[in-house]
């Protein structure tokens, strides 16, 4: 790309140097901001009244109306206008704040207390970009241990590069052009990788249910939630494959047995809902001592243990492999382990981490649609459909080949989409920072 004929230093080390002509300036000076609404459950009204933005509202940088709450009434000062700027200024989640997106159409709004307005007295469109590449590269103000939360002392250090009107717009459009192609790309990933989700899923729930011979006998299983099996099929509970030589089931430590205060960042594992949900046994970040491993001896994790999650995520698994870390169960999990002449754990594995037939009568037992902890009473009470062993044995090494060839089409769609995040972030500061001439750039024909 075509570069400017002279530079200078910024003095600031993100934006590096800039256009000679171009200027460095609080991001105040380009606008104003305001913080959003304070209302209460009795300021709520139905759909007739005036629409709170909210963080959910803003969803890949535009403005969406599927979660929507309406008010009565809203001072004048807060109410929203054409190209203001709408800014996640706080959130449970660190990574959203600072999700932001233009009012593109009147609209009768006022925007919520955990948002921001950006009413700029630039170029809204480039001020867009430049906020978007401003909260990419501030965020350590904002995102911290102590810190979640944008606040308007955190705007005021704020520095940025400021071409003239006209490079403004020029650069605007520009970059309107080139991120909407690069979205319109990231969004048909983003297609692929839910329908490739969505195969992989059909696939282990279809073999794990129903078999692999399409015409084998089938009979009715008896259970709701399961429907018709093959013929050689049996429903059993969990607590029936159990392996009842050895400590079968044990519950993470209770309460103060393993607190906060016991963890240390080295030492012996402590196997937690990260490990199983993303089944990584190469790494951790959550240890105890040697003195507080022994004193939790009864709750150790050993090769071929069945690591359940009965919090946050439920009733997801991972298995132990043979080259394993010595630790113990946080509290957060369950450690059981079953009967290998009566089950394979891998086909166990797929049933519960690929097929919703666990979780749906979780709740069907339970009678609510949020379940917010699986206790050991309801893991050996659950129900699954279990083939003889050889069967269950054709069946996993089936999925072990299809799903290994998904899966490798999930990570490269996956990597794609983080690429092509990446190229649009650094594009979009490349251009608010002056590292393209874009003077005279003009549209192609085409794409006018």
Not at 173 to 190: F, G, M, N, P
Request: charged share 25%; hydrophobic share 35%.
């Amino acid at each position: 790309m075509k570069r400017y004929e002279t530079y200078k230093d910024s003095g600031i080390q993100w934006v590096g140097e800039i256009p000679s002509h171009w200027e460095i300036v609080k991001l105040r000076y380009t606008g104003t901001f305001e913080n959003g609404l304070t209302y209460s459950t009795g300021d709520i009204v139905e759909d007739d009244g005036i629409l709170v933005l909210r963080s959910s509202n803003i969803q890949n940088e535009h403005i969406t109306f599927d979660d929507c709450v309406y008010v009565n009434s809203v001072p004048k000062e807060l109410m929203v206008s054409k190209g203001d700027i709408i800014i996640c200024s706080r959130n449970g989640s660190a990574a959203l704040i600072g999700k932001c997106a233009i009012i593109e159409d009147n609209v009768k709004a006022s925007f919520g207390a955990f948002m921001m307005r950006y009413r700029a007295n630039i170029n809204n469109k480039y001020a867009f970009y430049l906020f978007l590449s401003a909260i990419a590269n501030y965020r350590g103000l904002f995102s911290t241990s102590t810190i979640n939360q944008l606040t308007m002392s955190i705007i005021n250090q704020m520095q940025v590069a400021l071409p003239s009107d006209t490079e403004q717009k020029n650069i605007a459009t520009y970059l309107y052009r080139k991120v909407s192609q690069i979205d319109a790309t990231i969004a048909e990933k983003e297609q692929m990788l839910e329908d490739l989700k969505a195969y992989r899923s059909a696939i282990v729930s279809e073999a794990v249910t129903k078999g692999l011979d399409k015409n084998v006998e089938m009979k009715d299983s008896g259970v709701e939630w399961i429907g018709i099996i093959p013929k050689t099929w049996k429903i059993v509970r969990i607590k029936h494959i159990l392996d009842y030589k050895t400590d079968s089931l044990r519950v993470g430590p209770f309460g103060s047995s393993l607190s906060g205060n016991d963890f240390k960042t080295e030492g012996y594992w402590v196997y937690n809902q990260r490990v199983v949900l993303d089944n990584n046994f190469n790494s951790n970040d959550t240890f105890v001592s040697q003195e507080k491993y022994k004193e939790l001896s009864s709750f150790k994790v050993f090769a071929g243990d069945i690591l359940l999650t009965t919090r946050g995520t439920i009733g997801k698994v991972a298995i132990v492999p043979n080259t394993f870390h010595e630790g113990v169960l946080h509290p957060c999990l369950i450690r059981f382990r079953v009967d290998d002449s009566i089950v394979n754990k891998d086909f166990l594995a797929y049933y519960f981490n690929d097929t919703n037939l666990i979780l749906d009568q979780v709740k069907y037992n339970s009678n609510s649609t949020t379940i917010d902890v699986i206790y050991s009473y309801t893991l050996k009470e659950l129900i699954v459909s279990l083939p003889p062993l050889d069967v269950q044995n054709d069946i996993v090494a089936h999925l072990n080949y299809k799903v290994q060839k998904i899966d490798k089409m999930l990570k490269e769609a996956s990597q794609s989409v983080e690429n092509l995040k990446s190229y649009k972030s650094t594009l979009i500061t490349e251009a608010v920072t002056g590292k393209i001439d874009l003077r005279d750039w003009k549209p192609k024909e085409e794409n006018v």
